[in-house]
């Protein structure tokens, strides 16, 4: 297997994008990561994409999007995990390039939903859960992680308002991302005092369904130093499911394909969780972070939630994490968001982070979820 | 990069399961594929599947088949490309086995469709379309099929009836296949009787979406051995794209993303059109399989059609095709075509067609089309 190499990158701006089509959202970020990357074209594309079909009755997104790209004839195809599209469609573009089926490769993740907001939107990312069991329900994502939410309250006696520190981390940390869709401040008074929308989970808490398209060009080694670029080096890429239902999961606390996908990351990367500089988790509500913290071997069980009381979350922290605003403050294109945190963490291994940097960054995290944890795609990057 | 073998094949009977969920015709596929092979689990999950998310409500359906086939944690990821889906997943599967980045991979193509006929399932498929461009304006796959075919009759001052030896053939050959949707024969004079759908599309002309699963196992040579499988040999897995609306495409005759699709593979292959034994072609219309024939250089220009009429695509003829049934006879369950594709070849090349058996065949292809050709999808099997 080759070394791979992250030597393009691209994003639109995370928002309501009510006058563009999901292929123009995507072509936009494809064509800014190959002029990053001082490229015309790729061997192949890959795209990241959840709910074209569901909310747009847009399939077939690997040759619609070459074709609108000017790419014409490229072998493409489409990726879908749940919310874990994005990283997963990088994942198999990471073994292309590994394997030697491709020497460059470009993947996008691209999700529109805002024009079908709120209900069909929701109804959509419930797709992604267990639909004979769950979804059928009435069981949608956000319920399913309010669920969670509330027996992690009950199980280490917690209050909502120690969940804060968050989505206060996330929106400090967009402020400076001209790309984040919410670059506001949030308080923590402001979290403690925001209305209940799935209980225990409050209007504050949860990144809000956006739409959105990031991408990236990855390169074997050799191919990057022909072509005169560094690059961020691609250290692991792992993938591991779980239940798709959470009732039938042994522990539903544990997040456990987040835990074998970052443990089985750790090993390939030959790293513990103390290299890792910098993160960026899977935020869509503050419960996925602090069991993302767990998961990855940040924090102990039930200690998550104290990285963020401690301000060891935070830019200047042990463990930085939502560093250009997470998917709370940059927002949640889902089938993109994979894809943003790539791009976000290439851009703080270049130094490239602005007043979001975090000094002397060399070792960064990415993980992706998909169901509330029955997917999880985590990978390692380094600078070289 | 590893030669990669075939080693076990599933698949349920293709047709209307109103009693079965998604996951549940999938889940056989697999298991019956694994068993074949002498397996209990794989390295990883590939699932080929167009409309899921659309006709279901279920997308997410690689974590979901691992979780209800009993093989919970598996990495398993989706792969989508219209209804080239299943061979799309194929095209991953077969990457990440020659790549060595999996040494046993299980691959499963699954659709389920006839809850929503007609309407729904015809407007899903539409998905694969443009969607702002042709589906919008009521141009169903169907009608698309229907322009070709139109434009082909008057290319080659042809009438519609020379095109009946495509699903009489289908049939015939289906009548052996306990797996086949409709084992009825069709004559020449039915389907000259038939009536129109979409002219010069007629009833029995285009064939039935429908409900099914089937899989396939793969695995690196050397593992293969070491199972004490001689297994069927993957020689070419190759895939292109076009423009996905055809008003955009230079040559609507010529099915350009099949021919480089199929050059690719025999130049992979070291093997020339003559070298192949039997074949199965996307024929979801009989005009898909007369180009098909073109592109796959098993005809000239505008010639396809006379290998019907001659009766070279017959079992014993020069090139047979749709030898278990195709798409239209043994059932078109679009995103699980691809492989059960892959499966009738396998069997074939195996010698256990029985009363459909092409005697002496070696070498195989298969080429599932997305979206009209706009994805294209070629592999070449060989015995060992």
């Known amino acids: 297997m080759r070394d791979v190499n992250i030597i393009g990158i691209g994003q639109t701006k995370v928002g309501e994008h009510w006058d563009r089509s999901l292929s123009d959202l995507a072509v936009e970020a494809a064509l800014a990561a190959l002029d990053n990357a001082g490229l015309d074209t790729a061997d192949v594309l890959y795209v990241g994409n959840m709910l074209g079909g569901v909310l747009s009755g847009q399939e077939h997104l690997g040759a619609l999007v070459a074709d609108m790209a000017g790419l014409r004839g490229l072998p493409a195809l489409r990726v879908e995990a749940a919310d874990a599209s994005g990283a997963a469609a990088l994942h198999a573009a990471y073994q292309a390039v590994a394997g030697g089926s491709a020497d460059v490769t470009l993947v996008v993740g691209v999700e529109k939903m805002t024009d079908r907001l709120p209900d069909a939107a929701e109804a959509g990312l419930a797709t992604g859960s267990q639909g004979d069991y769950e979804a059928a329900q009435g069981i949608t994502a956000m319920a399913q992680s309010a669920m969670l939410m509330q027996r992690y309250l009950h199980q280490y006696g917690l209050e909502v308002g120690d969940f804060a520190a968050f989505p206060v981390n996330a929106h400090r940390n967009a402020a400076a991302n001209p790309f984040a869709m919410y670059r506001n401040q949030v308080t923590e008074k402001a979290y403690r005092q925001a209305k209940m929308v799935a209980t225990p989970i409050n209007?504050?808490?949860?990144?809000?369904?956006?739409?959105?398209?990031?991408?990236?060009?990855?390169?074997?080694?050799?191919?990057?130093?022909?072509?005169?670029?560094?690059?961020?080096?691609?250290?692991?890429?792992?993938?591991a499911t779980d239940s798709v239902a959470l009732t039938d999961r042994d522990d539903?606390?544990?997040?456990?394909?987040?835990?074998?996908?970052?443990?089985?990351?750790?090993?390939?990367?030959?790293?513990?969780?103390?290299?890792?500089?910098?993160?960026?988790?899977?935020?869509?509500?503050?419960?996925?972070?602090?069991?993302?913290?767990?998961?990855?071997?940040?924090?102990?069980?039930?200690?998550?939630?104290?990285?963020?009381?401690?301000?060891?979350?935070?830019?200047?922290?042990?463990?930085?994490?939502?560093?250009?605003?997470?998917?709370?403050?940059?927002?949640?294109?889902?089938?993109?968001?994979?894809?943003?945190?790539?791009?976000?963490?290439?851009?703080?291994?270049?130094?490239?982070?602005?007043?979001?940097?975090?000094?002397?960054?060399?070792v960064g995290l990415a993980q992706n979820l998909g169901g509330n944890g029955a997917t999880a795609v985590t990978h390692i990057f380094s600078v070289n």
Not at 224 to 230: D, K, N, P, Q
Not at 295 to 324: M, N, S, V, W, Y
């Open 203 to 239: 209007l504050l808490d949860g990144a809000p369904l956006a739409d959105g398209a990031a991408a990236v060009v990855l390169v074997a080694t050799d191919h990057a130093r022909a072509l005169g670029h560094v690059g961020i080096r691609v250290l692991a890429s792992t993938l």
């Open 252 to 362: 539903v606390l544990s997040l456990g394909a987040a835990r074998r996908s970052a443990d089985a990351a750790y090993t390939h990367a030959g790293l513990s969780p103390e290299a890792v500089d910098v993160a960026e988790l899977h935020d869509a509500y503050s419960i996925l972070a602090a069991l993302s913290l767990e998961a990855c071997g940040f924090a102990a069980r039930g200690q998550g939630i104290k990285l963020g009381q401690t301000g060891d979350i935070g830019r200047e922290g042990r463990i930085p994490i939502a560093t250009l605003g997470g998917f709370k403050a940059r927002g949640n294109p889902v089938g993109a968001s994979g894809l943003y945190q790539a791009v976000e963490i290439v851009t703080q291994l270049r130094g490239d982070a602005g007043a979001s940097q975090v000094a002397g960054a060399r």
